[in-house]
Protein backbone atom coordinates (compact mmCIF):
# COMPACT_ATOMS: atom_id res chain seq x y z
CA UNK A 1 0.00 0.00 0.00
CA UNK A 2 2.75 2.51 0.82
CA UNK A 3 4.85 1.75 -1.75
CA UNK A 4 1.26 2.16 -3.87
CA UNK A 5 1.07 5.54 -2.54
CA UNK A 6 4.49 6.98 -2.92
CA UNK A 7 4.46 5.45 -6.84
CA UNK A 8 1.08 7.69 -7.06
CA UNK A 9 3.16 10.98 -5.52
CA UNK A 10 6.12 10.55 -7.86
CA UNK A 11 3.46 10.09 -10.65
CA UNK A 12 1.47 13.49 -9.97
CA UNK A 13 5.02 15.01 -8.96
CA UNK A 14 6.27 13.95 -12.34
CA UNK A 15 3.41 15.28 -14.32
CA UNK A 16 3.26 18.48 -12.34
CA UNK A 17 6.75 19.21 -13.45
CA UNK A 18 6.09 18.02 -17.03
CA UNK A 19 2.86 20.44 -16.94
CA UNK A 20 4.82 23.43 -16.10
CA UNK A 21 7.67 22.57 -18.45
CA UNK A 22 5.12 23.17 -20.88
CA UNK A 23 3.20 26.27 -19.69
CA UNK A 24 6.86 27.73 -19.71
CA UNK A 25 7.61 26.56 -22.93
CA UNK A 26 3.98 27.78 -24.69
CA UNK A 27 4.67 31.73 -22.03
CA UNK A 28 8.59 31.82 -24.13
CA UNK A 29 7.83 30.71 -27.14
CA UNK A 30 4.19 32.50 -27.75
CA UNK A 31 4.00 35.75 -25.85
CA UNK A 32 0.75 37.01 -27.32
CA UNK A 33 -0.70 34.31 -24.34
CA UNK A 34 0.77 35.95 -21.72
CA UNK A 35 -1.38 37.44 -19.48
CA UNK A 36 -3.90 37.14 -22.14
CA UNK A 37 -3.87 38.26 -25.94
CA UNK A 38 -1.46 41.05 -27.22
CA UNK A 39 -2.37 43.94 -27.22
CA UNK A 40 -3.97 44.92 -30.57
CA UNK A 41 -2.03 47.59 -31.31
CA UNK A 42 1.31 46.27 -31.58
CA UNK A 43 0.37 43.81 -33.98
CA UNK A 44 1.11 43.94 -37.67
CA UNK A 45 -2.42 44.84 -39.52
CA UNK A 46 -2.79 44.24 -43.33
CA UNK A 47 -5.51 45.74 -45.88
CA UNK A 48 -6.55 45.47 -49.42
CA UNK A 49 -8.30 47.00 -51.61
CA UNK A 50 -9.55 46.02 -55.64
CA UNK A 51 -9.43 49.13 -57.83
CA UNK A 52 -12.09 48.90 -60.14
CA UNK A 53 -13.08 51.96 -62.58
CA UNK A 54 -16.29 54.48 -61.56
CA UNK A 55 -18.83 52.49 -64.08
CA UNK A 56 -17.41 48.84 -62.03
CA UNK A 57 -16.93 47.26 -65.42
CA UNK A 58 -12.77 47.04 -65.26
CA UNK A 59 -10.77 45.78 -62.83
CA UNK A 60 -7.87 48.32 -62.71
CA UNK A 61 -5.40 47.30 -59.70
CA UNK A 62 -5.21 46.33 -56.00
CA UNK A 63 -3.76 48.61 -53.58
CA UNK A 64 -1.97 47.18 -50.29
CA UNK A 65 -2.17 48.36 -47.04
CA UNK A 66 0.37 47.49 -44.12
CA UNK A 67 0.93 48.92 -41.01
CA UNK A 68 3.72 47.52 -37.83
CA UNK A 69 1.69 49.28 -35.36
CA UNK A 70 -0.69 52.02 -33.88
CA UNK A 71 2.04 54.03 -33.51
CA UNK A 72 4.20 53.74 -36.68
CA UNK A 73 3.13 54.54 -40.36
CA UNK A 74 0.89 52.87 -43.36
CA UNK A 75 3.04 51.66 -46.11
CA UNK A 76 0.65 51.75 -49.47
CA UNK A 77 1.47 50.29 -52.63
CA UNK A 78 0.31 48.40 -55.53
CA UNK A 79 -0.26 49.48 -59.59
CA UNK A 80 -3.26 51.03 -61.00
CA UNK A 81 -3.52 49.90 -65.14
CA UNK A 82 -5.79 52.07 -67.79
CA UNK A 83 -4.82 55.49 -66.62
CA UNK A 84 -4.30 58.32 -68.77
CA UNK A 85 -0.42 59.22 -68.70
CA UNK A 86 0.49 61.69 -66.27
CA UNK A 87 -0.36 62.60 -62.27
CA UNK A 88 -3.90 61.22 -60.78
CA UNK A 89 -5.01 62.38 -57.83
CA UNK A 90 -4.85 59.45 -55.10
CA UNK A 91 -6.84 59.92 -52.14
CA UNK A 92 -8.83 58.00 -49.30
CA UNK A 93 -12.40 58.92 -49.06
CA UNK A 94 -14.51 59.16 -45.68
CA UNK A 95 -17.63 56.42 -47.27
CA UNK A 96 -16.64 53.14 -48.44
CA UNK A 97 -19.07 53.16 -51.05
CA UNK A 98 -18.24 52.70 -54.49
CA UNK A 99 -21.35 53.15 -56.51
CA UNK A 100 -22.92 55.98 -58.87
CA UNK A 101 -19.54 56.49 -60.43
CA UNK A 102 -17.68 56.61 -57.06
CA UNK A 103 -19.82 59.18 -55.95
CA UNK A 104 -20.95 57.48 -52.98
CA UNK A 105 -17.24 57.45 -51.38
CA UNK A 106 -17.93 60.88 -50.02
CA UNK A 107 -15.53 63.43 -49.40
CA UNK A 108 -11.53 62.89 -48.67
CA UNK A 109 -11.35 61.47 -45.51
CA UNK A 110 -10.70 64.11 -43.23
CA UNK A 111 -11.93 63.46 -39.44
CA UNK A 112 -9.76 66.98 -37.75
CA UNK A 113 -11.65 69.00 -40.32
CA UNK A 114 -8.38 69.92 -41.82
CA UNK A 115 -7.82 72.15 -45.16
CA UNK A 116 -6.84 70.33 -48.37
CA UNK A 117 -2.97 69.80 -48.63
CA UNK A 118 -0.56 67.44 -49.83
CA UNK A 119 1.02 64.54 -48.46
CA UNK A 120 3.96 66.85 -46.45
CA UNK A 121 1.65 69.52 -46.05
CA UNK A 122 1.70 70.91 -42.53
CA UNK A 123 -2.32 71.36 -42.58
CA UNK A 124 -4.00 68.12 -44.75
CA UNK A 125 -6.44 65.80 -44.73
CA UNK A 126 -5.79 62.22 -43.37
CA UNK A 127 -6.97 61.14 -46.87
CA UNK A 128 -4.49 63.49 -49.54
CA UNK A 129 -2.01 61.49 -50.43
CA UNK A 130 -1.21 63.53 -53.71
CA UNK A 131 -0.47 62.02 -56.87
CA UNK A 132 0.01 58.90 -58.58
CA UNK A 133 2.06 59.16 -61.86
CA UNK A 134 0.57 56.66 -65.17
CA UNK A 135 3.03 56.21 -67.63
CA UNK A 136 3.44 54.77 -70.63
CA UNK A 137 1.66 54.64 -74.24
CA UNK A 138 -1.76 52.59 -74.61
CA UNK A 139 -1.10 50.35 -71.57
CA UNK A 140 -0.36 52.34 -69.43
CA UNK A 141 0.89 51.89 -65.56
CA UNK A 142 0.88 53.77 -62.25
CA UNK A 143 3.01 52.65 -59.52
CA UNK A 144 1.48 53.37 -55.84
CA UNK A 145 4.09 53.69 -53.17
CA UNK A 146 3.53 55.41 -50.18
CA UNK A 147 4.71 55.35 -46.92
CA UNK A 148 2.02 57.85 -44.99
CA UNK A 149 2.38 58.84 -41.10
CA UNK A 150 -1.33 60.11 -40.89
CA UNK A 151 -3.21 57.34 -41.99
CA UNK A 152 -3.92 54.09 -39.93
CA UNK A 153 -5.17 50.48 -39.72
CA UNK A 154 -6.56 51.02 -36.75
CA UNK A 155 -7.93 53.27 -33.89
CA UNK A 156 -10.68 55.83 -34.35
CA UNK A 157 -9.48 57.25 -37.61
CA UNK A 158 -8.74 53.72 -38.89
CA UNK A 159 -9.13 54.05 -42.78
CA UNK A 160 -10.31 50.51 -42.67
CA UNK A 161 -14.01 50.11 -44.48
CA UNK A 162 -13.50 53.57 -46.65
CA UNK A 163 -12.27 54.24 -50.02
CA UNK A 164 -9.65 55.05 -51.86
CA UNK A 165 -10.38 56.79 -55.19
CA UNK A 166 -8.10 57.99 -58.01
CA UNK A 167 -9.10 61.04 -59.78
CA UNK A 168 -8.95 62.27 -63.90
CA UNK A 169 -6.50 64.83 -62.95
CA UNK A 170 -3.59 65.61 -61.01
CA UNK A 171 -3.90 66.94 -57.33
CA UNK A 172 -2.54 70.49 -56.54
CA UNK A 173 -2.10 69.87 -53.03
CA UNK A 174 -4.12 72.81 -51.66
CA UNK A 175 -2.45 75.39 -54.17
CA UNK A 176 -6.28 76.70 -55.74
CA UNK A 177 -8.30 76.13 -51.79
CA UNK A 178 -10.17 73.66 -53.84
CA UNK A 179 -11.02 70.67 -50.94
CA UNK A 180 -10.45 68.10 -53.29
CA UNK A 181 -7.25 69.63 -55.19
CA UNK A 182 -9.21 70.30 -58.27
CA UNK A 183 -8.89 67.24 -59.08
CA UNK A 184 -11.25 66.28 -61.56
CA UNK A 185 -13.66 63.24 -61.65
CA UNK A 186 -13.15 60.03 -60.25
CA UNK A 187 -12.39 57.15 -62.46
CA UNK A 188 -11.85 54.58 -60.03
CA UNK A 189 -12.51 53.15 -56.68
CA UNK A 190 -12.94 50.71 -54.18
CA UNK A 191 -13.58 49.91 -50.78
CA UNK A 192 -10.60 48.95 -48.19
CA UNK A 193 -10.78 45.76 -46.59
CA UNK A 194 -8.98 43.85 -43.37
CA UNK A 195 -6.81 40.77 -44.53
CA UNK A 196 -5.18 38.73 -42.43
CA UNK A 197 -1.33 38.18 -43.70
CA UNK A 198 0.56 39.85 -46.71
Known sequence: M???IAYTAGAITFLGIGALVT???????YPNMRGGQQSTDEQMRYGMCDLRSADGLTQMGKIHFAQNSS????????????????AHG???????????????????YNPADQSHGGPD???RHVGDLGNIQSVGEGDTIAIVKIE???????????????SVVVHA???DLGASGDASGAAGARVACCTIYIINGA
Request: overall charge negative.
Open 2 to 4: GKC
Open 23 to 29: GLTLYIV
Open 71 to 86: ESSTTITGTVAGLTAG
Open 148 to 162: DHQVSLSGKWSVMGR
Open 121 to 123: SDE
Open 90 to 108: FHIHELGGTGDSCSDAGSH
Open 169 to 171: LED
